[in-house]
């Protein structure tokens, strides 16, 4: 991994405001006589707000990063820190828990299951985590109304175009943490929409 480059400018040392703490994080592959050292000692903070934009050659580690930040791969050594909570330290059974409730991933190749609607796709996470069907439908037709697709929650990921495919990841791709918590992280996530989707 060779740069990354931070887009939005200042950065502020408050650690509370950090989303995201990156410490000295390792992701080696191989063993001793074949080691790929994709990820070698990252260092970074991201601040609420932020957007980050993670650049190198093919082959230079981006995917190794992105996956060990959203907690879908395991670091060889260091500390990765979202919202102050360290997810290298969370175990193995609580991940996917860990992971619905608090991060949002689009998949390069979306990744959407083939046997599932547009809109079961959006909703299967939403479903796992315990919402109430009520709950889920309002969701699900926030967020395809303002990605603009709507008008395909009943068709296949087949019968879509690409972009229709992405757009789908896009709305799937938001955390849905349930309980009280819900309501002021749905406020804050609407006023990151407006200023990502207008
Ligand atoms: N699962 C793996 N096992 C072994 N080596 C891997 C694995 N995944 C990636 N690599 C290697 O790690 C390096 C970084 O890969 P990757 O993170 O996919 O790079 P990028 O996304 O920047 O193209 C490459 O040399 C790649 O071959
Ligand atoms: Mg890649």
């Given at each position: ?10 950065k ?30 990252i260092?970074l ?45 969370i ?49 699900v ?58």
């Open positions: 991994m060779e740069q990354t480059q931070n887009q939005a400018g200042t502020q040392e408050s650690f509370n405001h950090q989303t995201l703490r990156l410490e000295h994080v390792k992701k080696y592959y191989g063993n001793h006589g074949n080691i790929t050292k994709a990820v070698d000692g260092s903070h991201v601040d609420q707000g932020e957007f980050v934009a993670v650049m190198g050659a093919s082959g230079s580690g981006k995917t190794t990063l992105l996956n060990c930040i959203a907690a879908i791969d395991s670091v060889t050594s260091g500390h990765i820190f979202v919202s102050g909570q360290d997810i290298t330290a175990r193995e059974r609580n991940l996917a828990d860990f992971r619905r409730e608090n991060l949002g991933f689009i998949f390069q190749d979306f990744n959407l299951l083939d046997t599932l609607t547009i809109g079961e796709n959006i909703s299967m996470a939403q479903i796992i985590s315990g919402a109430s069907p009520k709950v889920i439908d309002r969701r037709a926030d967020i395809a109304g303002k990605l603009g697709i709507s008008g395909i929650l009943g068709k296949f990921p087949y019968e879509v175009s690409g972009g229709q495919k992405q757009r789908c990841a896009c709305a799937r791709a938001h955390p849905c943490p349930e309980g009280r918590k819900d309501l002021h992280r749905d406020t804050q996530r609407q006023e990151d929409e407006k200023r990502i989707f207008h």
